[in-house]
């Protein structure tokens, strides 16, 4: 029997096509719709509480905390797509901000051009976070070992070492470095020159995920392992290379604090990598891996800054602020896992 | 037909620690041939396939493609050698499109800068996905559904085809039918036989008989890790395989 002549004869219908959802309900069921909603919302109850919230200086305040924030929330999001966790960020940012700063402050004291100096303290600051996130992955990728457990070892270590290396107090950077941090982009007084690099940095990133090759077999390998292996993807390389990203990225935000803060402390980034990964669950990233979205973290981390700092404008203590933050982000991962639940019934 | 085969295994045994799932397995393949291999659950039908796709590498013997022996490293090097495989436990990623799955691996980058730098023609890999699809007998609606919103049977529809359209040398459906109603069962028959019309070699595992009876040329019966027989179709009735499956007629 001849089969291309059955072919031509029964049109093949393997899958039977399905009409898709309108566009304007696709945008209203959206959770990033959503977050935007939370997120303005939260923003106009403060600024009608207290005036002084939407100033420039505020502002810019705002936006600095959250590029401190943002990057590792970013990295992370890499991270838990393609199935796994960093939870070292934190400490892996002590310890380059401590380790660039250590490079940095002789410099400083001894006038050698500025850009050297800040040039010096970012190479330091990447090399170091990217040798962290090398020692996750040779563990994870090389001797399986699961990442929540390497990440975790990690995390305490660098906290470790960070005071070993800085004996608890932190390595002193100015004045370069308040003038630094300072300086903002002419006209816009509330965005300074580093939140912009920040920005421009995740920007990169995003578009990265969404629509480069590497952000498509970082879904692939989250979404089925097995699937991307056979496909011919290099799992293992590409895996360890998230852990590599998302050190990179916790080096530079160590930088970021040392400019911020004048000083490399040893503190630095304790509640990062909880927070950080709150912002991608909130963002609505399924710790499972394989699904999630960039501008959901983006927004999840703007959220958790707005909360955070927003919270004295409402006349909420201090010592206050992070059962807050905790609260909005039980409510938000109730929220979140409901709508997961829905997508995988249907 | 040719004289050389396209795809032959030379003695291949494999083990998983101490479960032995084959046993000195040698045989060869031709193109322009529909091989059904059966035998029970167990029999080490899925662990043959897997040493063939690159998957798991023979602990001992050879696989020999176009008469050349190969030593694959990974899935990566049995697909550039033209061998496409469609897994029994699922190939697809369930949170990317369909066209995303159709072209992982092999994605499509934009044809400026952009695409050299990795970015990708989503566009394109979405209506080439389709048009592809088509021509192994496969229509599906939007590529742009994500697979995990299809039914069972669609999603295996995807896979067969994704295997069907890239495959040049060597097709391997490893329970294709899974999953699918009757209607849709005759369709993936239809699909191997035009895949060996073009000239491929089809290696077809499944546990419905009378469609391994109609569809291949040849059958090969694994048992325990072991090939007990390699005949012509024509030599085999529903119940003689059977029999010869279970190992009850010897
Ligand atoms: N990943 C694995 N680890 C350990 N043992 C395995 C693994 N995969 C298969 N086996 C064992 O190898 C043997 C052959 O299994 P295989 O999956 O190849 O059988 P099969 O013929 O495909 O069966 P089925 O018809 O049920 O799909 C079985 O005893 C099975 O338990
Ligand atoms: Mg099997």
């Not at chain 1, 100033?55 to 890499?78: C, P």
């Not at chain 1, 799992?235 to 400019?259: C, E, Q």
């Not at chain 1, 909420?316 to 829905?342: D, E, K």
């Not at chain 2, 030599?235 to 499956?245: A, D, H, N, P, Y």
Request: charged share 15%.
């Amino acid at each position: 029997m001849s089969s291309s002549e059955d072919l031509s004869a029964s049109p093949p219908n393997l899958v039977t096509p399905v009409t898709e959802v309108p566009r304007w309900r696709a945008l209203l069921t959206n959770q990033l719709t959503v977050l935007v909603f939370i997120l303005i919302a939260l923003m106009l109850f403060l600024g009608n509480h207290n005036s002084r919230f939407f100033t420039s200086s505020e502002m810019s305040f705002l936006l600095a905390d959250f590029s401190g924030l943002v990057l590792v929330a970013v990295a992370e999001t890499f991270v838990i797509i393609s199935g796994g966790i960093d939870l070292s960020v934190g400490s892996v940012m002590a310890v380059a901000g401590v380790l660039a700063a250590r490079a940095m402050q002789p410099l400083i004291n001894s006038h050698t051009n500025e850009a050297v100096v800040l040039l010096l303290g970012t190479g330091v600051a990447l090399l170091v976070g990217m040798v962290a996130g090398a020692i996750n992955a040779t563990l994870i990728v090389g001797f399986n070992v699961v990442p929540f457990v390497a990440t975790l070892a990690m995390w305490y270590g660098g906290q470790g070492l960070a005071l070993v290396w800085t004996g608890g107090q932190p390595y002193g950077l100015n004045p370069g470095a308040q003038t630094w941090s300072a300086a903002t982009i002419p006209g816009l007084p509330f965005l300074s020159w580093l939140s912009l690099i920040v920005i421009g940095i995740t920007v990169v990133l995003g578009l990265v995920l969404r629509k480069a090759r590497y952000g498509r077999y970082t879904f692939a390998i989250g979404s089925n392992n097995f699937a991307a292996r056979a496909a011919g993807i290099g799992v293992k390389k590409y895996v360890g290379s998230f852990y590599v990203l998302s050190g990179a990225l916790a080096g530079l935000t160590g930088m970021f604090f040392d400019i911020r803060l004048g000083s490399g402390a040893p503190t630095t980034g304790q509640t990062t990598t909880l927070i950080a990964i709150a912002a991608v669950v909130i963002g609505g990233t399924s710790l499972f891996g394989g699904s999630g979205t960039f501008l959901g973290t983006v927004l999840g981390a703007a959220i958790l800054i707005v909360v955070q700092d927003g919270a004295i404008f409402v006349n909420v203590s201090a010592n206050w602020v992070p059962v807050v933050v905790a609260s909005v982000v039980a409510v938000a991962s109730i929220i979140q896992s409901g709508r997961l639940r829905l997508r995988r019934r249907s | 037909m040719t004289d050389t085969p396209i795809l032959e295994l030379r003695h291949v045994s494999k083990s998983y620690g101490s479960v032995r799932a084959l046993t000195d397995v040698s045989f060869q393949a031709f193109a322009g041939q529909i091989i059904g291999l059966v035998g029970d659950n167990g029999a080490g039908k899925s662990s043959m396939i897997k040493t063939i796709s690159g998957v798991y590498t023979p602990d001992e013997g050879e696989i020999l493609v176009d008469g050349t022996p190969r030593h694959w490293k990974s899935p990566h090097d049995a697909i550039e050698a033209g061998i496409e495989t469609l897994y029994q436990d699922s190939g697809l990623a369930p949170d990317l499109t369909i066209g995303s799955n159709i072209f992982l691996g092999r994605e499509l980058r934009r044809r400026n800068v952009l695409g050299r730098l990795g970015f990708l023609d989503q566009r394109s890999m979405e209506t080439q996905a389709m048009e592809e699809l088509e021509k192994v007998g496969i229509s599906i609606g939007a590529a742009k559904r994500t697979v995990s919103e299809l039914s069972g049977g669609q999603r295996q529809a995807v896979a067969i085809g994704r295997a069907a359209m890239w495959a040049k040398h060597v097709i391997i459906l490893d329970e294709p039918t899974n999953h699918l109603g009757a209607r849709q069962s005759i369709e993936v028959l239809k699909v191997m036989k035009a895949a060996r019309d073009r000239g491929l070699c089809v290696l077809f595992i499944s546990h419905t008989l009378p469609h391994v009876l109609e569809v291949t040329d040849r059958i090969i019966v694994l048992r325990l890790g072991r090939i007990v027989r390699d005949a012509p179709t024509s030599e085999f009735t529903v119940e003689s395989l059977l029999g010869t499956i279970t190992g009850l007629n010897q």
